[in-house]
């Protein structure tokens, strides 16, 4: 018997997970999945709870529903990863030896990594819609919020979906619009970024947007410090902003099991091939999804684009054959902008986000780069897809492979 | 590929006009892009975090993020800001005649 150790059971590691069930003689292979936490959390879905388009319970279902059957699921905190032994140490003191192992543990908002963020008015005037205290925090402060400036701050890149916060913005011009009080509130965008976004075709649309919706983009801010008695964000080199709310996105981590372990960088990240996903220390440990430290966004479609790629590699592995399936940097995001339209971006390690049509096989064409109703569709229709094919691994009709077609060079 | 000659040496510049090969860089070189950038004088602490960022592009192939610098180098984030202002990662990857680091997605 070979062990297969899955380490978390979030969207990629409950994809690879159902792929790699179905494949794997079980004759010959045991699996297990460990995780810390019970609650399936679809992740997307946070940005909508403030605005109450979506409710707590339209976000949530078990983990273990989406786990196949014959699987063991071990719900524990990791203690310690021990490559050099083979075996994962869980803190209930269980020992997990494993032949291959596949690192699925995310990323996490740290906002204790910001001097003043965490502080007394952290969930009072200070919100992340990143967790779903934050996202839920946020629902009942707007509630009762008359206006004021409302100051949205990325801390550092990467982070999560880094479309997020930009669709945040967009979406509360919406509501504020919609509460009859878009004359009282003033919206800014803070980002240490040069511009609205990573990549310089689409931070320029962006940017356009930003604009025509009244939302002031405040560039090149690397923010030191809040101050939250005087309510306000105050960056490295001394500039200051005020706010009355501060939507954050802080610093963003791997898991800290990672770190203890001695296997990631700065931030906790595992030193992945951009490529094959073997990780860069170990051949038989694989790295999926947002715990690793490539430059693809940290987003649910490079998982899922990862996936596939992971599936072929690791056959390969498990075989002694070399890993030919490359990943190529693959993602594919729909923005909400707001008032019942949405954005297309589809993009990978080297081309960036170009206009253009994206063709879907019996659903598309998209339109890349431009704002539309269908693509507000797409992603009211992904919630769907995600819960009833995605996580279970089905075959989705989108290649994991970034393709030219439609795109306008 | 644009030319330039930085301390009258002729070498290669991408767009944003950080140097294509890292190894035509010279301290000399140095000096007189820190001055271009508004950066008068190169003191010890600059040139810590030159090195730093010349041995990291050596290793890894891309110049370190800001909180990679102040982990691994030891200089506060305060400082290098003060010490490059207007952007550390960038500022001291152009002076350091290595690659703009990588952005991420």
């Not at chain 1, 940005?47 to 529903?65: A, C, E, H, M, S």
């Not at chain 1, 543990?105 to 969930?123: F, S």
């Not at chain 1, 240490?192 to 310089?200: D, H, R, V």
């Not at chain 1, 999804?289 to 490539?294: E, F, I, P, Q």
Request: with cysteine; charged share 25%.
């Amino acid at each position: 018997m070979r062990n297969l150790v899955i380490l978390g059971a979030g969207t990629a590691g409950t994809m690879m997970l159902n792929k790699l069930d179905s494949i794997l003689d079980k004759e010959e292979w045991r699996i297990t999945i460990v995780d810390q936490y019970e609650t399936h959390y679809y992740q997307p879905g946070f940005l909508f709870i403030p605005f109450g388009i979506y409710t707590p319970r339209d976000v949530v279902n078990p983990k273990q529903d989406y786990f196949p059957p014959g699987v063991e699921s071990i719900f524990a905190q990791i203690e310690l990863i021990e490559p050099e032994k083979n075996q994962i140490i869980l803190s209930n003191g269980r020992l997990l030896p494993y032949d291959y192992l596949i690192i699925a543990t995310g990323t996490k908002i740290n906002p204790q990594e910001t001097e003043g963020m965490a502080g007394p008015e952290w969930h009072k005037s200070i919100f992340d819609f990143y967790t779903i205290e934050g996202a839920k925090g946020l629902s009942r402060f707007l509630k009762y919020w008359e206006g004021g400036r409302l100051v949205l701050n990325i801390t550092e890149m990467p982070i999560k979906c880094p479309v997020a916060p930009l669709e945040f913005v967009f979406l509360a011009d919406w509501w504020f619009t919609e509460q009859g009080i878009r004359d009282r509130v003033e919206i800014e965008f803070v980002t240490p970024l040069p511009g609205a976004f990573t990549k310089p075709r689409a931070s320029a649309v962006f940017g356009d947007f930003l604009g025509k919706k009244n939302i002031k983009l405040i560039p090149d801010f690397n923010i030191a410090r809040v101050d939250s008695e005087q309510k306000k964000i105050v960056s490295w080199e001394e500039q200051e902003v005020p706010y009355d709310l501060l939507v954050t996105i802080p610093t963003n981590m791997g898991d800290t099991v990672i770190e203890r372990s001695g296997m990631g960088d700065e931030l906790n990240f595992v030193p992945t091939d951009p490529h094959t996903l073997q990780s860069k220390q170990y051949e038989n440990i694989f790295v999926i999804g947002d715990a690793t430290d490539l430059p693809s966004s940290k987003a649910g479609s490079v998982a899922h684009f990862q996936s596939d790629i992971l599936q072929e590699n690791f056959l390969s592995a498990i075989e002694g054959r070399p890993l030919r399936a490359k990943y190529d940097g693959h993602a594919n995001c729909y923005i909400e902008s707001g008032f019942g339209k949405g954005i297309l971006i589809d993009f990978n390690y080297d081309t960036e986000p170009l206009p253009g049509k994206f063709p879907l096989p019996g659903i598309g064409p998209f339109s890349l780069l431009e704002e539309t109703r269908m693509n507000h569709y797409g992603k009211v229709m992904f919630r769907w897809m995600y819960w009833n094919l995605l996580l279970k691994g089905a075959e989705l009709p989108i290649e994991s492979e970034m393709l030219m077609a439609g795109k306008r060079l | 590929m644009p030319e330039k000659i930085i301390a009258g040496k002729t070498v290669n510049v991408d767009d944003e006009g950080y140097l294509v090969d890292y190894k035509e860089w010279t301290e000399e070189m140095a000096l007189e892009i820190a001055r271009a950038e508004g950066i008068e004088e190169l003191t010890d602490r600059h040139l810590l975090v030159i090195n730093f960022m010349r041995a990291e592009f050596e290793a890894n192939g891309t110049g370190p993020s800001i909180r990679r610098l102040n982990k691994k180098s030891g200089v506060p984030t305060k400082e290098l800001y003060q010490l490059f202002p207007g952007g550390p990662a960038k500022k001291a990857a152009r002076i350091a005649g290595i690659t703009k680091p990588q952005g991420c997605v």
